[in-house]
């Protein structure tokens, strides 16, 4: 952690200084640049990488991103949402977060599971679900962080918001879902397949609002930051832990836990400097976070084995996720023709916009040591990348564009 944090910060140093690009574009980039080129100088004797590649190894990134991050980023970015904005964009978000998630699964499982047939070998269906189901959910800490300064209509970034904050749920079930089904457990009927996500969604959404009513309380029952910053973070960690114990889904517990006390909390239980302290606090964490988060994306390069074949696939890849976005956008905004009308630039919008983040990553790194997990792996790695950097360095532009209307 030591090691992680003081590279964060000279690389956040120099991003500041010389890049210039937004702090969690620019510190992947930067970690990016320095690991591939010293891979390129082992490849040719010139270092050895071997204590880099133990060191990167060590980090177990599903671990500390899924049981570990995720909870403080999430109750962070929900923090900030417009309970009445996102209310008012329920039907896109709902049909995108579901519909969508399951439409991308297929559409991008089936094209990836077709060209890594022709380039890479033989490829069983179930493990090209299975990629389409990791790849399929925008990833809510990079929607979130580079979001924030696309300059979106509010709609648009509700809408985003909102997808990025709850798909993820969906697409761990369906993620684990066609896992148990590849390694051979017992096929599940889509009727058990439906109640389990029903439980994990509900449940979740449930014990969000027990916590985040009881937090509220206290909060209201005292006037000193200190303590209500740390009745929220433990409300972050503790609710997150609570959640995953009795097997209801952390994220959403923490999403809407957050958005009650970003909401309701802020207006009817905090003073003025409460507000100022706790924004400023949860802004540091939600920073600090993002950085060692895309330090060690970038650093997990080393982890990933590439070979001609493989970097095709991959390359590849990102044009079936894009495909498949588009694929997921056009159904479920197909659904919402006779009560809004969408333009064509707000379809590019929300097509490209769809970023890939570190929870794809955590999620291929999950996989059993099975013949297909290097190529899966490798994919998943270089679409987040260019998801995070090309997408995420563009979408501002796409966003400055004029013509496109509001959801």
């Given amino acids: 952690m030591a090691l992680l944090l003081t590279f964060a910060a000279v690389a956040g140093y120099l991003n500041h200084k010389v890049l210039r690009l937004p702090r969690t574009i620019g510190l992947m980039a930067i ?104 790849i399929a959910p925008t990833d809510p800490i990079a929607v979130l962080a580079i979001m924030k300064k696309a300059g979106a209509p509010k709609a648009l970034e509700t809408i985003f918001t909102g997808e990025s904050l709850f798909n993820d749920g969906i697409g761990v079930v369906v993620f684990l879902t066609i896992l148990g089904i590849a390694l051979g457990r017992e096929k599940p009927g889509i009727g058990s397949v439906a109640l389990f996500l029903l439980v994990e969604a509900a449940g979740g959404a449930i014990l969000g609002l027990a916590l985040g009513w009881v937090v509220y309380r206290l909060l209201r029952s ?18 997150y832990a609570l959640a995953e114990a009795i097997h209801v889904s952390a994220p959403i517990t923490i999403v809407v836990a957050g958005m009650l006390i970003g909401n309701h909390g802020r207006v009817f239980a905090m003073s003025e400097t409460t507000r100022q302290n706790l924004d400023k606090f949860w802004e540091l964490i939600d920073e600090i976070l993002n950085a060692v988060l895309f330090v060690i994306i970038g650093l997990e ?95 501002s532009r796409i966003s400055a564009r004029r013509g496109f209307g509001t959801p």
């Fill in 301 to 395: 390069i080393i982890a990933v084995r590439l070979s001609a074949v493989v970097l095709v696939v991959a390359i590849v890849a990102i044009l079936i996720v894009l495909v498949s976005r588009l694929a997921s956008v056009l159904c479920s905004t197909a659904l919402l023709r006779g009560r809004r009308k969408l333009s064509k630039g707000s379809l590019v919008f929300l097509t490209w916009g769809g970023l890939r983040g570190g929870i794809s990553i955590a999620l291929a790194l999950s996989l059993p040591p099975v013949p297909e997990r290097p190529l899966i792996l490798a994919a998943t790695y270089v679409v987040v990348i260019f998801s995070v950097i090309v997408q995420g360095l563009t979408i």
């Fill in 31 to 134: 970690t990016l640049t320095m690991t591939l080129a010293l891979m390129a100088l082992a490849f040719f004797k010139v270092v050895d990488l071997s204590h880099a590649s133990d060191f990167v190894k060590s980090i177990d990134f599903s671990e500390v991103l899924l049981h570990g991050l995720l909870a403080f980023l999430l109750f962070a970015g929900a923090l900030h949402v417009d309970l009445h904005e996102l209310l008012g964009q329920a039907v896109p978000v709902t049909i995108l977060a579901t519909l969508g998630v399951l439409i991308a699964t297929f559409v991008a499982g089936t094209l990836f599971w077709i060209t890594a047939g022709w380039l890479w070998g033989s490829l069983s269906l179930v493990y090209g679900l299975l990629f389409g189901a990791l």
């Fill in 222 to 239: 005292v006037d000193t930051y200190q303590v209500e910053i740390m009745l929220t973070l433990a409300l972050a960690a503790g609710g």
